[in-house]
């Protein structure tokens, strides 16, 4: 089966940092995104992992362990325009396509 | 300029009627999708198009009909609305193998409201 778990709310401080788990098993694996919604809008592309490790995004990181099933994404300096959900997604394969299965979501209320 | 375009953005219909959303990509990508969002804000695949070919269909009732005139259109038709069809429902794109990322793009999102 697939099953991509991640919290539900997170609060954090402006200017803090703060660290959105998210634990994948996936049936293939091809890579993990992170997207971001703010409320009533579309998702937009943070960043993506398809190796093992960190990639740096400005304020923004994620880390992918494959043999964890494991990701995190990193968010530094937070802004009151960083308060939306964060969306966990692993692209797997289904019938020869490439198919994104999501998270619920996490959704980050910032506050000063 | 949009990348993604959906029409209408807000649909509100009584149950049993038939309603359709339109999507438009000028990204130039060959592969377009539907997702559905519910309440709970899970976002779930229903159907994906490559080069006007459908190669994903979920478990979705045959109420349910994409239409692909072309790789930058994919439509949606909905015979029948039922109460439980309320939902945003989201139109993206990709390019599939360009390159390794593969991000999709997300459309504005049609909020359908069935009464």
């Known amino acids: 089966g697939q099953n991509i778990d991640q919290p539900t709310e997170m609060t954090a401080t402006e200017g803090a940092i703060v660290q959105i788990n998210c634990t994948y098993q996936t049936s293939g694996f091809n890579g993990l995104f992170w997207y971001q919604q703010h409320a009533g809008e579309a998702p937009t592309f943070l960043s993506y992992?398809?190796?093992?490790g960190l990639e740096e995004k400005g304020r923004f990181s994620s880390f992918l362990s494959r043999s964890k099933g494991y990701s995190y994404l990193l968010l530094k300096e937070l802004q009151m325009k960083d308060s939306a959900s964060y969306l966990c997604?692993?692209?797997?394969?289904?019938?020869?396509?490439?198919?994104?299965?999501f998270g619920a979501g996490t959704r980050l209320a910032v506050h000063p | 300029d949009t990348a993604v375009s959906q029409t209408p953005k807000y649909l509100v219909t009584q149950m049993g009627n038939d309603k359709s959303i339109k999507c438009e990509q000028n990204?130039?990508?060959?592969?377009m999708y539907w997702y559905k969002q519910d309440s709970k804000k899970f976002l779930k695949i229903m159907f994906s198009?490559?080069?006007?070919?459908?190669?994903i269909n979920e478990t979705v009732p045959n109420r349910f009909s994409p239409k692909s005139p072309d790789k930058a259109h994919l439509n949606l038709h909905i015979n029948s609305l039922e109460l439980g069809d309320s939902a945003v429902y989201f139109c993206?794109?990709?390019?599939?193998?360009?390159?390794?990322?593969?991000?999709?793009?997300f459309g504005p999102g049609t909020r359908l409201t069935v009464l």
């Open positions: 198009y490559n080069n006007k070919e459908l190669i």
């Open positions: 993206a794109s990709s390019q599939e193998g360009r390159s390794s990322y593969n991000e999709q793009f």
């Open positions: 990204l130039g990508h060959d592969t």
């Open positions: 992992n398809v190796l093992d």
């Open positions: 997604a692993v692209r797997g394969f289904s019938g020869g396509y490439n198919k994104l299965i």
